[in-house]
């Protein structure tokens, strides 16, 4: 009633950590943290004047002893002794706030790892790429806006398409023997070619089986080898067309 607690059970109290006797009499607010009381005066204010206000929220609270805790109300209004009067439901959510808290961290991390990646990561399912970074949708020539819901097979070379297909299904099926690194030919947004190295495995991804890629592009790379290769050829068609001409001599 006015903020004061007028009536309360032991659970409520020891929430709180406050001793049952010492709990009752004592102004709600003095368990919100500074900062939230605006906010929770706002609500009661609201409701005491028939305006609309939240049934159920949650708030920054603290014990009596300082402890800081996540307190969620489910507020109704009544009378009690034939006054009106606020009947709350508090429960404790200080452990669900931590662990979202510590998730919420977590996926910070790792987009901070992937964004700031060299290779390329993605995620795709039924062919559509569902999730990527800016290096793989760069590799590809796309802007990562543009690259997220393409068909995975277009960034693929035609011919290559069916051996990708079969070692896609094999992985769903859970075929242990599928590699999970190989080298694909690839087509930019502009059509141009390029050779990219994956490594890919099966994740779950929103309670649906996903597969997971890591690329990087290798096409410098396949060039150099290819011109290397072009040049021992030449050196050896050079060196057995001097060894004949001499044989000739």
Not at 142 to 170: H, K, N, T, V
């Amino acid at each position: 009633v006015d903020g004061r607690i007028v009536f309360a059970n032991k659970a409520a109290a020891d929430m709180f950590g406050c001793p049952y006797a010492e709990f009752i009499g004592t102004d709600i607010l003095d368990y919100a943290v500074p900062e939230e009381v605006p906010r929770l005066s706002e609500f009661a204010h609201a409701r005491l004047h028939g305006d609309d206000a939240p049934e159920k929220y949650q708030f920054m609270g603290r014990r009596r002893d300082g402890i800081p805790l996540r307190v969620e109300f489910l507020v109704r209004m009544g009378e009690w002794k034939g006054q009106r009067a606020f009947h709350v439901f508090a429960q404790d959510r200080t452990s669900e706030h931590q662990a979202l808290r510590a998730l919420s961290e977590s996926e910070r991390r790792f987009r901070d790892l992937v964004e700031g990646s060299i290779q390329g990561y993605f995620v795709h399912s039924d062919w559509k790429i569902i999730y990527a970074n800016s290096a793989a949708a760069g590799i590809f020539g796309y802007d990562p806006a543009e690259f997220i819901g393409l068909d995975l097979r277009q960034l693929i070379a035609p011919e290559e398409r069916d051996a990708i297909s079969s070692l896609r299904d094999r992985r769903l099926a859970g075929d242990v023997d599928a590699p999970e690194r190989y080298e694909v030919g690839g087509v930019r947004k502009d059509g141009a070619a390029l050779v990219f190295e994956t490594f890919s495995r099966l994740v779950d991804w929103d309670g649906k089986p996903a597969i997971q890629a890591t690329i990087l592009d290798v096409t410098e790379r396949k060039n150099v080898e290819t011109y290397l290769m072009y040049a021992k050829e030449t050196a050896e068609r050079a060196d057995r067309a001097k060894t004949e001409f001499l044989g000739n001599m």
